[in-house]
């Protein structure tokens, strides 16, 4: 069974653009999370997605945005780019049960110059 | 404050040694705890999931939980070299009313362990 794969692996934009990420959750799992981590920050909830709906939103500014589609496959998008948006973007998987793993992705690296 | 508090470390052991990873957490609404552990440049892969107070053992892990002083432990056994990654203990709410958030977690920082031969 393949796990959570995220595209692309690694990539570096210019301060001011907007950059989309891609996740492919594992297969049958409806809810898609993701996450920010940075040295100093850690890991912080982004937003999640069941069924094309967004659940749960962290406290990040409205430039970080997402969306689910049917097959279940994931986007998210940061608009604007700032120098602090360098950091590693992962994300997460789970069924739809409560006590369900939660599985995670490699991670997009993403650096903003 | 954060919500979960986790000693970032590093932490440096030799081999064969017990280890000994803690956080607190604050929130009484947290009931599930998870211990996930991350190599460099990868992503967290989930090591422990527990969800009462006490421990559970697999293999060279153990977590513990204690929700009454809201402390989450984990102990790794006769450590190797391979063990050596940051572990990021990890909490989430019960849902309420017919589960609306499934992948919402909150982390501690983590610690970075090294064990060396």
């Known amino acids: 069974k393949a796990g959570v794969t995220q595209t692309p692996r690694y990539l570096i934009k210019t301060r001011g653009q907007q950059v989309t990420l891609s996740c492919s959750p594992i297969s049958g799992h409806r809810s898609v999370s993701w996450y920010q981590q940075t040295p100093g920050q850690g890991l912080q909830f982004l937003f999640e997605?069941?069924?094309?709906?967004?659940?749960n939103k962290g406290n990040f500014p409205g430039r970080f945005s997402g969306r689910q589609f049917s097959n279940s496959r994931s986007e998210m998008n940061v608009s604007t780019l700032e120098l602090g948006d360098s950091a590693l973007y992962l994300c997460a998987s789970s069924s739809q049960g409560e006590l369900d793993t939660i599985y995670f992705g490699e991670g997009s690296w993403l650096t903003v110059v | 404050q954060k919500e979960v508090e986790q000693d970032p470390g590093p932490l440096s052991v030799p081999e064969g040694a017990i280890v000994s990873l803690n956080c607190t957490y604050s929130n009484s609404a947290f009931q599930y705890f998870m211990w996930y552990r991350q190599y460099s440049r990868k992503g967290p892969e989930l090591l422990m999931y527990?969800?009462?107070?006490g421990n559970k053992e697999d293999g060279r892990f153990t977590a513990q939980v204690d929700k009454s002083s809201k402390y989450i432990s984990l102990f790794i056994r006769d450590s190797q070299p391979s063990d050596s990654a940051t572990y990021l203990c990890?909490?989430?709410?019960?849902?309420?009313?017919?589960?609306?958030?499934?992948?919402?977690?909150?982390f501690g920082q983590g610690t970075i362990l090294t064990v060396h031969p």
């Open positions: 527990t969800y009462s107070s």
């Open positions: 997605y069941f069924s094309e709906t967004q659940r």
């Open positions: 990890a909490t989430k709410h019960r849902s309420e009313g017919g589960g609306t958030s499934y992948g919402k977690l909150t």
